[in-house]
């Protein structure tokens, strides 16, 4: 257990790093190890992630930083900088299938090294990747995906840092703390003893280190609401 997110993540971030970060769009994002790792000045970093949060916010803080070199992604959507830089030849950006993306996370926790899929044949997403045929059917290999280290954001963590989710959070953070060489998580809350084994959604044996979140208030892409009706 740490006593923040800047002493969980000291000695384990480099210049070069490949990060694999939970959250889909701003929900689930462990936002204290996002923000450790602007402050820490780490260069050149390729993040692996469902998209890259919003300008200024979430991953967006290390894209305005400069600190990113290369996103491994399924979505730039919100993000007017990501999409700026991309365009501009700044930033390296591979665009995966968001189900494509999830199964190699899996795999690479898994320690499968490749599959075969269906989605993404005879697309730009299949140039260059190694194709075979199945029963008539033409697929292509994905490998998969194992990071220097992994950022996840959990709802409940016991001492043994096995971990449950709440709600949207449990997005791509379950898959993302599987496939990191190394797994920091940042917890809502951190409790004694054990979880029950039924609650359990993530086993300690893939967790590597445990910090408590700060309390804020959780971001909202876009707010939508309508006018209340009258009676």
């Known amino acids: 257990m740490f006593g923040s997110a800047a002493e969980a993540l000291g000695d384990l971030l480099a210049d070069g790093m490949i990060v694999a970060v939970g959250g889909f769009g701003l929900s689930g ?9 602007r402050d820490s000045g ?11 949060g919003v300008d200024s916010k979430g991953l967006g803080l290390l894209l305005g930083n400069g600190q990113v070199r290369r996103v491994v992604a399924s979505y730039v959507g ?30 690479g926790g898994a320690g499968i090294p490749a599959f075969y899929t269906r989605t993404g044949v005879g697309t730009p997403v299949a140039v260059g ?7 008539g059917t033409t697929y292509v290999q994905e490998r998969g995906i194992v990071a220097d280290l992994a ?10 840092g096995n971990l449950t989710y709440r709600y949207a959070a449990r997005n791509f953070n379950p898959l993302v703390a599987t496939c990191g060489r190394i797994s920091v998580v940042e ?16 086993p300690g044996v893939y967790v590597d280190r445990v910090v408590a979140a700060r309390p ?15 009676v």
Do not use: C, W
């Open 129 to 135: 990747k190694p194709h075979a045929e199945f029963d």
């Open 151 to 160: 950022l996840v954001h959990a709802h409940t963590a016991d001492q043994a």
């Open 42 to 52: 780490v260069r050149d970093l390729t993040i692996v992630s469902n998209n890259m």
């Open 78 to 107: 919100e993000n007017k900088l990501f999409a700026q830089q991309y365009l501009d030849g700044v930033l390296e950006v591979e665009f995966v299938p968001q189900g494509t993306l999830a199964e190699r996370m899996r795999a």
């Open 216 to 230: 804020r208030v959780k971001e909202i892409e876009q707010r939508t609401v309508r006018p209340k009706l009258e």
């Open 187 to 202: 917890a809502e809350i951190v409790v004694d003893g054990y979880l029950p084994p039924d609650h359990v959604a993530t």
């Open 29 to 37: 994002n462990p936002s204290d190890l996002i923000e450790a790792v």
